[in-house]
């Protein structure tokens, strides 16, 4: 008896095939790696795919497409300016520039690769990280430091941007 009921609430609740069904969470995750040899930040940020689009397209006001190939020159321009408006790294002395170095999909997700000018012996820097807080009230954004040897973690929650990080 208690099957068939729940088979009949099944039945009869409603169907939701939405973005929030797939993953009910908001986050990205942005790994910045210290390359000693290079003095730069390496930096790559994952985020639902769908998502950034949903930003990249609200922000832009333009139908976006990250997964087909026709339109990833044009995706390019937005995906940059999208990052570069979003993320960024200051030292103790000055905001560090960013090069874009382009985007890939992967899954269900899209990675974004960013390079900072050198910077010699980093040792303390702060990163501001708004990434989807134009899209979600709820999104989290999930830091990962690499530097002379050490691994720090953090996460910000919006509308948290700022973190200092020590290495």
Do not use: W
Not at 49 to 74: G, Q, R, V, W
Not at 118 to 140: C, I, R, W
């Amino acid at each position: 008896m208690l099957l068939f009921c729940y088979l009949i609430l099944a039945f009869l609740a409603p169907v939701n095939l939405s973005a929030e069904t797939v993953h009910p969470f908001h986050v990205s995750s942005t790994e910045i790696n210290y390359n000693p040899k290079t003095n730069t930040l390496e930096v790559s940020c994952r985020m639902f795919t769908d998502d950034f689009e949903l930003a990249l397209a609200k922000t832009f006001n333009t139908k976006t497409d990250l997964t087909a190939p026709a339109s990833h020159k044009a995706m390019d321009v937005l995906v940059k300016k999208y990052l570069l408006a979003n993320l960024s790294f200051r030292t103790p002395s000055k905001t560090l520039a960013l090069t874009y170095l382009g985007f890939e999909k992967d899954d269900e997700a899209t990675i974004v690769y960013l390079e900072s000018e050198p910077v010699q012996g980093l040792k303390k820097f702060e990163t501001t990280n708004s990434v989807l807080y134009d899209q979600f009230d709820d999104q989290a954004n999930i830091m990962h430091f690499i530097g002379y040897g050490k691994r720090k973690s953090s996460k910000i929650d919006y509308p948290q941007r700022k973190i200092v990080i020590e290495l």
